[in-house]
C-alpha cells in the first residue's frame, strides 16, 4: 500500500531532442520548425508550446532558435521546450567586457 501514496515523476522514455529555427507561427501557439540534424535534410515539423512556455508567457516569433522534443512514435508533431538551442546558451556566457 505504500506505493500509493509515493509520488513519482513520470519517466519520459522513448523522446528524442533537437535543435531547430522557427519558419512560420500560426494560430493558437502553432510552429513550423525546421530541425538541425546530423545529416543535414532540415526536417520541418510541426509544434507546439509546451505548458511552462504557455504560463510564463514566454514569446516565439519566427528566426528563433528553439529546442524542440519528439515522439520516436510520430516525428511529424512535436512540442517546443525552450526557446534558444544550446549553441546559444553557451556564447551568450562568453561576453567579453571592453575595459
Do not use: W
Request: with cysteine.
Amino acid at each position: 500500500m505504500s506505493g500509493e501514496n509515493s509520488k513519482h515523476k513520470r519517466v519520459k522514455r522513448d523522446r528524442i531532442e533537437f535543435d531547430g529555427i522557427v519558419l512560420e507561427a500560426f494560430r493558437s501557439a502553432r510552429f513550423s520548425v525546421k530541425l538541425k540534424t546530423d545529416t543535414g535534410d532540415g526536417t520541418i515539423v510541426t509544434c507546439t508550446l509546451c505548458g511552462k512556455m504557455k504560463q510564463n508567457f514566454i514569446k516565439i516569433v519566427p528566426g528563433d532558435p528553439v529546442r524542440v522534443e519528439l515522439c520516436a512514435y510520430d516525428m511529424t508533431n512535436g512540442r517546443i521546450i525552450s526557446r534558444g538551442g544550446r549553441e546559444n546558451r553557451s556564447s551568450s556566457s562568453t561576453t567579453s567586457t571592453p575595459s
